[in-house]
């Protein structure tokens, strides 16, 4: 016989009635509903004039393995073979549902806004075991959304390492071409042609006037007017030679200063610590070759405006200290 629950017998859910009858088409009992991540539990009971009172207990999972719950108060009608139920949540301002539905061999097949859905006669028990179901279910979804999280960031990571590592190649590309541009046009300003011949000319032609200015000197008598500004001039020549001599000493320092700094570029570059994959080294050892030649250059020139400025400025002194000795 059906299993139900009914009035005054006080029996639940029994195999056999003893000394009391139940009304034909009662529907009293647990249902239970069960779909893809989802379990409800219709608990209801029918009054002999077919009102219905009970409760739908429901527990699905998100996409992100937790659960969700809620229970429904349920109200309604039924003629024992269709029914309308009400269900309303325990909650200030809470909205009516209004749902219908039909009774068919132990099973309610409810039509509800969002679809329809079939409860099966069960046992609270059933409900529970689906409830663990869910929640075992809900741990594989969120292992599974753990690991898909995990594989993103990975793979996340790999291409944000990706894009620094293209980003400090094309970094290192740059700098490497920028050097290389920078050395080629060292090289070509140094390979143009040089004329020292002025610098030369300049210190020849004020030596000469100091050493005939000297001979001028030792002509007039000691202590003499003519004697002493004959040594004026000498030593107005040494000035001379001293202010012409500041640019060229500067331009000197320069000159060692730049090839300081491109020697330390180059040994910096990434073309000669281990990246010489890059596709600017080919430019780069291409550059190096006209800077080379050029620093031979230029090294010669400094050697040869240093050399001069201290032997000359060396013999003006000379002069200048024998005329003031003379004089």
Not at 84 to 95: D, I, Q, R, S, Y
Not at 146 to 162: L, Y
Not at 176 to 184: C, E, I, Q, R
């Amino acid at each position: 016989m059906t299993i139900i629950r009914w009035g005054g017998c006080g029996v639940v859910l029994v195999a056999l009635l003893s000394g009391c009858s139940l009304p034909p088409h009662t529907i009293s009992g647990a249902y239970v509903a069960r779909g893809q991540q989802f379990a409800e539990l219709l608990q209801i009971t029918q009054s002999p004039d077919g009102q219905l009172l009970g409760t739908l207990n429901h527990v699905a999972l998100k996409p992100d393995g937790s659960a969700e719950q809620f229970t429904l108060n349920i109200s309604g009608t039924t003629d024992g073979h269709a029914l309308t139920l009400v269900g309303k949540a325990n909650e200030p301002f809470a909205v009516p549902t209004n749902m219908s539905g039909t009774i068919d061999g132990g099973a309610i097949t409810v039509t509800q806004p969002n679809g329809m859905e079939r409860f099966v006669l069960s046992t609270p028990e059933a409900y529970q075991t689906d409830i663990q179901q869910l929640g075992e279910e809900g741990k594989t979804i969120q292992q599974s959304n753990a690991q898909q999280q995990q594989m993103a960031q990975e793979q996340q990571q790999m291409v944000e390492a990706e894009n620094a590592r293209q980003e400090a190649i094309n970094n290192a590309n740059q700098r490497v071409s920028g050097l290389a541009d920078a050395l080629n046009n060292y090289a070509a300003m140094i390979q143009a042609k040089h004329d020292l011949a002025p610098f030369h000319g300049s210190h020849e032609k004020i030596l000469a006037a100091a050493r005939h200015d000297l001979e001028i000197e030792q002509s007039y008598p000691r202590g003499s007017v003519q004697r002493g500004q004959v040594d004026v001039r000498i030593n107005q020549l040494g000035v001379q030679l001293t202010q012409f001599d500041i640019p060229w000493g500067q331009l000197v320092e320069r000159g060692h200063t730049h090839l300081s700094q491109f020697d330390a570029a180059i040994a910096q570059s990434p073309c000669h610590n281990g990246q010489d994959q890059l596709s600017a080294c080919g430019q780069q050892r291409e550059a190096e070759k006209n800077y080379q030649a050029a620093k031979t250059i230029l090294v010669s020139e400094l050697s040869d405006v240093e050399t001069s400025l201290k032997q000359d400025t060396d013999e003006m002194n000379r002069i200048t200290k024998e005329a003031d000795t003379q004089e």
